[in-house]
């Protein structure tokens, strides 16, 4: 972020204290966007990018390939502190395990920051040829390949063939090796096809979904998230548990053998057919097919000790954040996407009497500017 003449400029490929010369690409109300196409004085932190479609004016996807990796874990712990602060109202950080070194707070993932997403949607051009959008525009940048997408979709049949211009394809290949490619007419069509089933693999259980259906796009994000959650809520012997949002049911496989009943809240119908056949041996666990803020409105819903939170990158909002408070739960994990609306769920968290004691963070996006939260809330005066 830059200041001209008083006025906010977001500046894409820049780095905190470089000079360059930025060309502007939007006018908004209040700031302009501008791409940075010429590096005056450089950041100590700026490296050459690995691929040769980021940069001004080509692929939108990656944000900052031409920083070095530690220095993204950095600027993204910069950036959760500063979210907490001016959106959750903490000024203190002192009693929040975590936060004694922003440079460690952002975890790395194994594998390195390349060849790690295993989902990748591609829009086709008017040529037919697969690429991605640029930044903010329909326009299309045919690849030969994406360099930060696993080995195994890089060697699927997507690049190297014509598809219907203005088609979507999206390519997934899963933790125990199946791939697929589903293609559809755009980007919100129906698959074009019968949408194949992959299977995806945690701790020795085994799914069954769509291919199409959602799980997290690094091959070791579920593992470090059902860890870290774990390591949070401390689960004990015939405590309750709540998994909210809880997609196909991958937190409440890990709470189930440590607690008591597990109750998994999720709207997607896949998702919840997907963890009942996964699921169907761990007796204490059951799937509620609802919209959480609908289902915790119904007072039927009274007792819990534990909840796992993982909302979409919304956020969980007011009305389910005082619901969840209303039961008093001994904790709540909160896993979070987006660390804005983190913040502001925070906040509303301590209005409500629960503090923020611990937080870990991890780099599950490389070379963007993504990157997952699990905060640990608890009741300030328990």
């Known amino acids: 972020m830059a200041r001209h003449e008083g006025q906010v400029v977001f500046v894409r490929h820049a780095l905190p204290g470089e000079r360059v010369v ?14 940075a196409v010429e590096i005056l004085l450089p950041s100590p932190d700026r490296v050459i990018p690995p691929c040769p479609f980021a940069g001004p004016g080509a692929c ?3 944000d900052w390939q031409h920083a070095d990796w530690p220095a993204q874990r950095r600027l993204k712990a910069q950036v959760l502190r500063e979210q907490l602060t001016r959106l959750g109202g903490i000024e203190d950080f002192t009693g929040i395990d975590g936060f004694a070194d922003l440079s460690e707070l952002v975890e790395a993932l194994p594998g390195g920051p390349l060849s790690w997403r295993t989902r990748v949607q591609y829009t086709a051009g008017p040529d037919g040829r697969a690429g991605f959008h640029r930044h903010r525009s329909a326009d299309i940048v045919p690849v030969d390949r994406c360099r930060i997408a696993h080995p195994a979709i890089q060697s699927l049949p997507v690049l190297d063939r014509h598809w219907p211009p203005g088609s979507a394809v999206e390519a997934v290949a899963s933790s125990t090796g199946d791939t697929a490619v589903v293609a559809r ?8 096809g019968a949408v194949p089933q992959v299977r995806e693999s945690v701790a020795g259980r085994e799914w069954s979904l769509d291919a199409t259906g959602f799980w997290q796009v690094h091959p070791h994000a579920v593992a470090a998230f059902t860890g870290a959650v774990l390591q949070m809520l401390r689960p004990a012997a015939g405590e309750r548990a709540w998994d909210l949002y809880g997609g196909a049911g991958v937190f ?28 169907r041996d761990l007796r204490n666990v059951a799937f509620t097919r609802a919209d959480v803020a609908q289902a915790l409105a119904n007072p039927r819903w009274r007792a819990v000790d534990l909840v796992v939170l993982d909302p979409p990158r919304s956020g969980a909002g007011r009305p389910v954040v005082e619901a969840i408070a209303a039961r008093s739960p001994r904790a709540v994990a909160y896993v979070a996407c987006d660390p804005a609306a983190f913040g502001r769920d925070v906040r509303t968290f301590g209005e409500l009497g629960y503090a923020l004691t611990a937080v870990r963070a991890f780099d599950s996006f490389p070379m963007t500017q993504h990157f997952e939260t699990i905060g640990l809330l608890s009741p300030a005066n328990p």
Do not use: N, Q
Not at 22 to 35: H, P, Q, S, W, Y
Not at 185 to 192: D, V
């Open 185 to 192: 007419a755009s980007r919100t069509g129906r698959p074009t």
């Open 60 to 62: 939108g996807g990656c």
């Open 252 to 279: 409440a496989a890990a709470l189930a053998p440590h607690c008591g009943p597990v109750t998994v809240v999720e709207a997607d119908a896949r998702a919840v057919s997907a963890g009942r056949r996964a699921l």
């Open 22 to 35: 930025a060309r502007i690409t939007e006018r908004a109300k209040g700031f302009l966007r501008a791409d």
